[in-house]
């Protein structure tokens, strides 16, 4: 079945971010760094992917993108099957260079978009690889030099961002670069980083003024946007599952899976759902939980009754596995 719950849609702005596995480098030389670039703009071009944002650090990387036609997981398949695969030949190693599955966000464009762009450009000022704003702008793995016309990157979507400052060239950069220095007086924003209540609203504090008022937000860990745009994603989700499932409910399609499950692992359906505390039925747990929210798109109350569990345990194993902690 695909796996919907990347809320895959064609046009969808999403914050990506990957890295290395256990925390390793996906790049080690100039060589890795060049290639692994040149891969994204070839397959942003062949797949009509629009890049608007990115950064390539040692064991990870941000890319502010809009997926085209074929989705985004056909892009991101693409650059980093294909870059693991050099990788390996040329270092001579074997084995997963990424670390899981990269971390998606879908992001509401208006209230977060230059944010974004400059949050990522920003990681090797952060990180110390660069001393100051300035130097960004002539440093090769960052997208922020071609932005200001400083390096060239024809698969970069420099326009888009530009325009949201102004109509000439030449006054748009500089408005952007003073908005990039703005910016780089904020940290690390953890907030762009991932979807979620506490993070889409701007905080814990914000969060219990809404509940004072009485107000209720929509809110999902792969989406950063308000109340209503998480409502308008999720509703797509839902009737793109529906498509892919005609003639059976995602609870069926979770209960096969289920059952499947069980006995690949020599583990009994009712034990599993009974509580059973044994490392096999709590490893299973754990995945299934994770395939129902991210794949199928069930509410955490629907898994932690078919699983056995509180809805507040899965919303902690979604949480736990959604990167594996914050990055600069």
């Known amino acids: 079945m695909p796996r919907g719950a990347r809320l895959d849609a064609p046009g969808t702005l999403h914050h990506?971010?990957?890295?290395?596995?256990?925390?390793?480098?996906?790049?080690?030389?100039?060589?890795d760094r060049g290639f692994f670039v040149s891969r994204m703009g070839?397959?942003?071009?062949?797949?009509?992917t629009s890049i608007y944002a990115w950064t390539l650090m040692s064991n990870h990387a941000h890319i502010l993108l809009k997926s085209g036609s074929a989705g985004l997981s056909t892009f991101m398949r693409k650059l980093l099957t294909g870059y693991a695969t050099w990788f390996n030949r040329k270092h001579q190693r074997?084995?997963?260079?990424?670390?899981?599955?990269?971390?998606?966000?879908?992001?509401?464009?208006?209230?977060y978009f230059l944010r974004l762009v400059s949050y990522i450009h920003l990681n090797p000022f952060r990180a110390g690889l660069v001393g100051s704003v300035d130097e960004l702008g002539h440093y090769k793995w960052s997208g922020h030099a071609v932005i200001m016309k400083r390096r060239r990157h024809e698969w970069q979507n420099c326009k888009y961002v530009l325009e949201y400052f102004a109509e000439n060239e030449s006054l748009a950069k500089k408005?952007?670069?003073?908005?990039?220095?703005?910016?780089?007086?904020?940290?690390?924003?953890?907030?762009?980083?991932?979807?979620?209540?506490?993070?889409?609203?701007?905080?814990?504090?914000?969060?219990?003024?809404?509940?004072k008022r009485g107000q209720k937000q929509f809110s999902d860990e792969r989406i950063l946007g308000s109340g209503e745009f998480v409502r308008e994603i999720l509703d797509e989700v839902e009737e793109a599952v529906k498509e892919r499932l005609p003639a059976v409910s995602i609870?069926?399609?979770?209960?096969?899976?289920?059952?499947?499950?069980?006995?690949?692992a020599g583990i009994m359906t009712?034990?599993?759902?009974?509580?059973?505390?044994?490392r096999?039925?709590?490893?299973?747990?754990?995945?299934?939980?994770?395939?129902?929210?991210?794949?199928?798109?069930?509410t955490y109350a629907g898994v932690a009754r078919l699983l056995g569990i509180s809805a507040a345990a899965v919303n902690l194993i979604v949480r736990r596995n959604a990167f594996g902690g914050d990055e600069v």
């Open 16 to 31: 990506v971010m990957v890295r290395g596995i256990e925390g390793k480098n996906i790049v080690t030389d100039d060589e």
């Open 42 to 48: 070839d397959v942003a071009v062949a797949t009509g």
């Open 94 to 111: 074997q084995g997963h260079l990424f670390q899981n599955r990269y971390k998606s966000i879908v992001c509401e464009e208006e209230p």
């Open 175 to 211: 408005a952007y670069e003073e908005f990039v220095i703005s910016e780089s007086e904020l940290g690390r924003q953890p907030e762009l980083t991932g979807g979620g209540l506490i993070r889409s609203i701007g905080g814990w504090s914000e969060v219990k003024s809404l509940r």
């Open 251 to 264: 609870e069926m399609e979770a209960k096969e899976r289920l059952q499947r499950a069980c006995e690949a």
């Open 270 to 278: 009712q034990a599993l759902q009974g509580g059973c505390r044994m």
């Open 280 to 298: 096999e039925c709590s490893e299973l747990r754990k995945k299934l939980a994770l395939e129902y929210v991210r794949e199928l798109g069930m």
